[in-house]
């Protein structure tokens, strides 16, 4: 099925550890997104790539890095965890034209840091 | 980027029509307002998309009055499987790539 996947779903990392979550679509989409979503708050940016090789800061890029390897995938890497990157992670992709544009979201991996 | 306000929740019952506003004042020539809805534990999914006067389809819809400062998202005969966040989200691909808010959405609940 054409979509975002994500991996993994579930992690429990310790303070200190480091971990890669991966995205890919296969949809062709140019721009790919990395959001958090803390309980009951709203997504925030992270990091985006608007193609192969790019990538910037979004809203909350510190303690993050990303890699955009190609146009299907877009990694995020956390080098040293901390509690307060506990969160939902959701990859997304964007396409649009002449204005209009729609999302297409990932399923999400649940990171807890203890 | 227009900054969109919609109510932070509302309660409905099953079998009602229920209706969503989102005000965006500053709203740009070439923007586009589009929903979304979010179930828990799962990433946000589009619901309509729409640039003026009415869209429909086969899932709700989207009302935007003729000067385009609102919008209003219409459920019809919601079931206790629509109780989700939902968000309106205003811009154009061109410019806003990299700005689209989400903020805290509408946590609209269904009682049975």
């Known amino acids: 099925n054409a979509g975002v996947t994500q991996t993994p779903k579930f992690r429990v990392l310790k303070t200190g550890q480091s971990m890669t979550l991966l995205c890919a679509q296969d949809?062709?989409?140019?721009?790919m997104y990395w959001y958090r979503q803390d309980p009951g708050m709203g997504l925030r940016l992270i990091h985006y790539s608007v193609g192969e090789g790019t990538t910037a800061k979004g809203e909350v890029p510190d303690g993050y890095n990303v890699s955009r390897l190609n146009k299907r995938e877009f990694s995020l890497r956390l080098e040293s965890a901390a509690p307060s990157q506990t969160s939902v992670y959701f990859c997304?992709?964007?396409?649009?034209?002449?204005?209009?544009?729609?999302?297409?979201f990932g399923s999400g991996t649940r990171l807890t840091v203890v | 980027l227009a900054k969109t306000t919609q109510p932070i929740s509302m309660d409905s019952y099953e079998g009602q029509e229920v209706n969503i506003t989102c005000s965006h004042n500053?709203?740009?020539?070439?923007?586009?307002i589009t929903w979304y809805q979010q179930f828990p534990s799962q990433g946000p999914r589009f619901i309509i998309q729409g640039y003026k006067t009415k869209v429909t389809n086969e899932v709700a819809s989207l009302f935007i009055p003729a000067d385009r400062k609102s919008s209003t998202l219409s459920l019809p005969r919601v079931s206790l499987s629509d109780t989700a966040v939902y968000y309106c989200?205003?811009?154009?691909?061109?410019?806003?790539?990299?700005?689209?808010?989400f903020g805290s959405g509408t946590k609209l609940n269904v009682k049975p």
């Open positions: 997304a992709s964007l396409t649009g034209g002449e204005g209009a544009y729609g999302y297409t």
């Open positions: 989200l205003v811009g154009d691909i061109s410019y806003n790539f990299n700005k689209f808010y």
């Open positions: 500053n709203i740009a020539t070439n923007d586009y």
């Open positions: 949809m062709n989409h140019e721009y």
